[in-house]
């Protein structure tokens, strides 16, 4: 059938490339869209304790948005600034969707102000009915007036507008690390393969893709809410594999077409889909088929993953299916023939990458495969020190207003740094349980005061408890969350409730250590069985499995050291906060394990077609004088040698794009970009190139034992 598909598509190359030209064009134009109308996912269960704090106080006494500014470098009581500021507070608070403003001149909010009376903070909360788009608008406002006051420095921040800055951040720095990773890779395609045609074919098959499955998300967004994670999983993803798969269809139809010079382009496009058009699908389908695994969780982080996920490998494989071949029938006088002796040109040759690393493991098996899984888990060491929080305004530029305005509040204004702990009990504000309830709360070691807040309608008691900060000085370190267990597990005499960022936190990480095992052994057995399906071997899944773990595990020990730790911060351009977001492992998770997959396939398809080959015959397979330990190396190496190479240049150019995405300003962003491109680094060398070819050397013709199947599958 995918013969035919190859005849077809040469036949019909023309109308397929413009009915794809229609659907890029749809996609740029439309599919940005999605862009607007994806939503931040909540990564809370509903049924979550601090959920159900925000609930209750968004029902009770809901509040709007917060403009925070810090003015500061003049005297706050000096008579110009009193009689320029008032002015100016006095107008803020007769803007249209302004309710309520504190500051020291109208309102005489002195705890506002620094001690040597050289700087203040003031707050604006905007109505809390106006959507987004007013609330922002109002900020601009807010921000615009609150700059006439005569004092030489005003920074303006707060939530929102923070929140804001790091939506526009992050468009910015994925258009720029795109555009600049798109140009880096044709010219390294174009080299390595050895033309500006032949380079420019999987750039173009990729944009194809993200085109057509940003399109598919904005029609999903119009029917159900999209997460913003989809959008980032469909970008890199995408990208990564459609790369992969046009750069599979285009080595192969050079190593066909090598076979039969004089041969029809048809018939050798058609034999180049029967054999990477079936690797490409079957790589798809066990992509698509693990991902959707994670449906089955219903959880609000993974899930939208896996959706993103989905839409990006349907894009990727209908990509390599249809428009890669159709771009190669096109084309096919401007594609080069193979270059032997290239290290890198992504066709089969004995000198290429992989399959040198191939030989010098199958030499010394036993020691490198001890030496390669020592040197992951050594990677993955820093692991044991993870710390997962929310993201906040450190993870922004370091000149951008919401994170200096942040910055400067907790150089100048301690007092207004911390976070308290919220706490609801469920008494009225003069009962005895809510007396009860706070003089528990105040005999928990860690608790620094217990505030009874104003009363909250609906006979509730807000109490407001300030944590004792850890060594780090943060509010939200691992001191407070253990702090926040202390005070759910403590008996309060009543029923309360603790909610507030930081219990967000822990209810986010407990809920993730709950779910995420669940998740990764999903996705492994789907993986497995459909690894086993291809290779027709129970070893062989086993081991992938096992491979794309060390891989996963220690590319993660990496990204603790460099952005928990700040390993190499300064060359990268940005400050550790001592943390890594809580998104960042799932992330990775997602797009590590979709290209390993990807290249494993790649690899142990050729290997298995190898094997099956080298016995082919029934006289042969009943043979007992075959030595199957060597028809099994010698399978091994000419599969890597085989798609080794087409490996390495897919790795490369997806190392590329990742590293674009390392360059933006963003920590977030950052942590998943350099992520991605040690993934990829330690999959094509350390386990593709090396652990692969040793522990199939060690196994020997158990790489291919079946039950029921003999001496093997």
């Not at 509903?46 to 959920?51: L, N, Q, R, V």
């Not at 066990?286 to 959706?307: E, H, K, N, Y």
């Not at 290779?535 to 603790?560: D, F, I, Y």
């Not at 920590?667 to 090396?690: F, P």
């Amino acid at each position: 059938m995918l013969e035919d598909l190859g005849r077809l598509l040469h036949r019909w190359r023309r109308p397929v490339l413009a009915t794809w030209a229609v659907v890029v064009v749809l996609g740029a134009t439309l599919g940005g869209s999605v862009f607007d109308l994806a939503e931040a996912p909540d990564p809370l269960r509903d049924d979550s304790e601090s959920a159900q704090v925000a609930r209750l106080l968004e029902d009770a006494d809901p509040e709007g948005e917060l403009v925070v500014a810090v003015l500061s470098g003049a005297d706050v009581y000096g008579v110009d600034v009193i009689d320029q500021a008032t002015r100016v507070l006095h107008d803020v608070r007769d803007l249209p969707d302004v309710v309520e403003a504190r500051d020291p001149w109208t309102t005489g909010a002195q705890d506002l102000v620094r001690p040597d009376r050289f700087g203040t903070v003031v707050t604006v909360e905007i109505d809390h009915t106006v959507d987004r788009d007013r609330a922002l608008a109002a900020a601009a406002e807010v921000e615009e007036a609150l700059q006439l006051v005569g004092m030489p420095e005003v920074l303006v921040g707060g939530p929102l507008l923070a929140e804001e800055a790091f939506g526009e951040q992050a468009v910015q720095d994925a258009a720029r690390g795109e555009g600049v990773a798109i140009l880096v890779l044709v010219v390294v395609l174009a080299l390595a393969l050895g033309g500006l045609v032949v380079g420019v074919l999987p750039v173009v098959t990729a944009l194809g893709s993200v085109c057509v499955a940003l399109l598919a998300l904005a029609g999903l967004a119009r029917l159900t809410p999209v997460s913003d994670y989809a959008v980032n999983v469909v970008t890199l993803l995408g990208l990564g594999l459609a790369v992969d798969y046009a750069l599979l269809v285009l080595g192969r139809f050079r190593e066909e077409r090598a076979g039969a010079p004089a041969g029809d382009i048809a018939a050798v496009l058609g034999r180049t889909l029967a054999t990477s058009g079936r690797t490409v699908l079957v790589s798809g389908l066990t992509v698509a088929t693990a991902l959707a695994g994670l449906l089955v969780l219903r959880d609000p982080v993974l899930s939208p993953m896996a959706v993103g996920g989905l839409v990006a490998v349907a894009g990727a494989t209908l990509t390599g299916l249809t428009l890669a071949p159709a771009l190669v029938a096109v084309s096919h006088g401007r594609i080069p023939a193979p270059a032997e002796g290239r290290l890198l040109g992504g066709t089969p040759s004995a000198h290429a990458l992989l399959p040198r690393l191939a030989r010098a493991a199958q030499r010394r098996p036993w020691p490198v495969l001890l030496g390669c899984t020592a040197l992951l888990l050594l990677l993955a060491m820093p692991l044991l020190a993870l710390d997962l929080r929310n993201s906040d305004t450190r993870s922004l530029a370091r000149d951008s207003e919401p994170r200096l305005t942040q910055a400067a509040i907790e150089d100048g204004y301690p007092d207004q740094v911390a976070t308290p702990i919220t706490v609801l009990v469920e008494a009225e504000f003069t009962s005895q349980e809510t007396a009860d309830a706070m003089a528990g709360l105040a005999g928990i070691p860690g608790v620094v005061d217990v505030l009874l807040f104003d009363p909250v309608p609906g006979d509730l008691s807000q109490l407001l408890v300030e944590p004792e900060p850890d060594a780090a000085g943060d509010y939200d370190g691992p001191k407070v969350q253990d702090l926040v267990r202390r005070m759910r597990a403590a008996d309060l005499g009543s029923d309360v409730l603790v909610g507030g960022p930081t219990a967000e936190l822990v209810d986010t990480r407990d809920a993730l250590a709950d779910r995420a095992p669940v998740a990764v052994l999903v996705v492994a057995l789907l993986t497995a069985v459909l690894l086993g399906r291809l290779t027709r071997s129970v070893v062989v899944p086993l081991k992938a499995v096992a491979l794309n773990l060390l891989s996963l595990g220690a590319t993660l020990g990496v990204v603790v050291a460099v952005f928990q730790w700040g390993w190499g911060s300064s060359l990268l351009g940005f400050d550790s906060w001592g943390a890594l977001d809580v998104t960042t492992p799932l992330l990775l998770f997602m797009f590590a394990f979709g290209l390993s997959m990807d290249y494993h396939v790649f690899l142990v398809a050729r290997i298995r077609e190898a094997w099956d080959e080298a016995l082919a015959g029934p006289r042969r397979k009943r043979d007992r004088a075959v030595d199957l330990r060597a028809v099994n190396d010698e399978a091994v190496l000419t599969g890597i040698t085989a798609s080794g190479p087409v490996v390495t240049l897919a790795a490369v150019a997806i190392g590329i794009v990742f590293l674009g995405f390392a360059l933006g300003e963003l920590v977030a962003v950052k942590e998943i970009g350099v992520g991605m491109t040690v993934a990829v680094l330690l999959d094509v060398t350390v386990v593709r190139g090396l652990l692969l070819p040793a522990s199939m050397t060690l196994l020997g013709r158990w790489n291919w034992w079946l039950p029921g199947k003999g001496r093997q599958g």
